[in-house]
């Protein structure tokens, strides 16, 4: 039988969907059956690793056996992932005698249906069949992505979100992490959104490769420069992102690292929610790791450390206003990372010291990880804001203190 094959976007939330086999293919076609809402029934005498987790998780209903032909009543489409073509023929007869459409991994001339070459992009699904050639359906497939994860690709449309929002303008707001330095270090959704945004509010820290590539109607609101003290600061941002959503805006907050890892992405977020806009957190790259990675740094490591403490060190530890216990990270044999503390890096050295952290635990700074201005200094707790001074490193800059300093070092 021949002909061209006749495209359709099946919609399978909570239809019964069988796959037949365990293996590598059943592997990689039960996650998008899954995304989909699908029913799946899974028969297999054996399963992967990563199938299995499915059924530990109840995603998934499994039958430890080899496949019956009752097993496709009641199902909508059936997909065979065996490499025994007796066992495969057994299954498309039972899926024509019940007029089920089969996707036929080991021989394609024998399916009633091809599982397209796929990229996603937001709302956006992109199948392609390559007339029974997969390699071909592949490259043109790449072609597309490519086209469409273009910052300033020809093919970026607006998002339509799907459901009502609360408020009626169509607007919204995304707080998105941007990574800590590194403009490829923001995530795939987070550079979708900054490709859909009307209007970007950016902090200081924001990699200035990813403001360059807005588009030129693009609103930017560059946060470190409005006026008034810290506390009016986040109240102007916070006032901003609701007007903007309010008036109908797609507004993206861009923010240093990760939203939530001292970003005050959630004073942000609540008082979005409280005005009645949406918003979507997209997480970041977060520097507290980060840093320490690209400098040979693993936060942890095993038989050195088993746990990692992440602490602002922006208020110094004899402040009122200080809410971190340093005598108690002082006892942890863990690895210790501080973020925004060079300026008060002698009290926290210090103060850990004096609270029982040996003088000659390895430490290290971090200024500017993930940029071309990087800089690494390796020292030890009792010396390392001397150092630094020394050394003439700025912010933003990282401290790791613990045995992962030297951990990797040969």
């Known amino acids: 039988m021949s002909g061209n094959p006749y495209p359709l976007g099946l919609r399978l939330a909570g239809r019964r969907v069988v796959v037949v086999g365990g293996g590598a293919v059943a592997t990689r076609r ?7 809402g699908a029913n799946v029934f899974l028969v297999a005498p054996e399963l992967t690793p990563a199938l299995q987790a499915h059924v530990d998780a109840g995603r998934l209903h499994w039958a430890p ?11 909508w489409l059936v997909q065979v992932a065996v490499d025994d073509p007796v066992a495969a023929a057994s299954v498309s007869a039972a899926a024509a005698e019940r007029r089920v459409f089969c996707v036929r991994a080991d021989d394609r001339a024998a399916a009633t249906a091809w599982t397209p070459a796929v990229t996603r992009h937001g709302p956006v699904t992109v199948a392609v069949l390559g007339g029974g050639d997969p390699r071909r359906a592949m490259t043109v497939r790449d072609a597309i992505r490519d086209l469409l ?3 300033k690709g020809p093919l970026l449309t607006p998002q339509v979100e799907q459901g009502s929002p609360v408020n009626t303008s169509g607007g919204r707001v995304a707080l998105v992490g941007a990574g800590p330095g590194d403009p490829e270090l923001i995530t795939v959704k987070g550079w979708r959104l900054l490709t859909e945004a009307d209007v970007v509010v950016a902090d200081r820290l924001v990699p200035g490769l990813l403001l360059d590539e807005l588009r030129p109607d693009v609103e930017l609101v560059d946060a470190s420069k409005i006026p008034y003290g810290p506390s009016k600061t986040q109240e102007e941002i916070n006032r901003i992102l609701v007007d903007r959503a309010l008036a109908g805006k797609v507004v993206v907050r861009l923010k240093g690292g990760d939203p939530y890892v001292f970003g005050r992405g959630g004073e942000e977020l609540l008082a979005c929610a409280e005005a009645g806009v949406p918003v979507t957190v997209v997480p970041g790259v977060t520097s507290s790791i980060a840093a320490p990675a690209v400098a040979g740094i693993p936060v942890t490591h095993r038989a050195v450390a088993h746990e990692f403490t992440v602490v602002s060190g922006h208020v110094a530890p004899d402040s009122p206003a200080s809410l971190v216990r340093w005598e108690a990270l002082a006892g942890l044999r863990g690895t210790l990372v501080i973020l925004m503390g060079l300026k008060n890096l002698a009290a926290i050295t210090a103060t850990l010291v004096a609270h029982g952290r040996p003088a000659d635990t390895p430490a290290a700074v971090v200024q500017e990880a993930t940029t071309g201005a990087q800089r690494v200094l390796r020292s030890t707790l009792g010396a390392v804001a001397a150092d630094v001074v020394e050394a003439e490193l700025r912010p933003p800059a990282v401290v790791v203190v613990g045995d992962v300093v030297d951990a990797l070092r040969t």
């Open 149 to 151: 994860g273009a910052r």
């Open 30 to 36: 039960v996650p998008a059956l899954l995304d989909a």
């Open 65 to 75: 056996r080899r496949f019956a032909p009752d097993d496709l009543d009641g199902a």
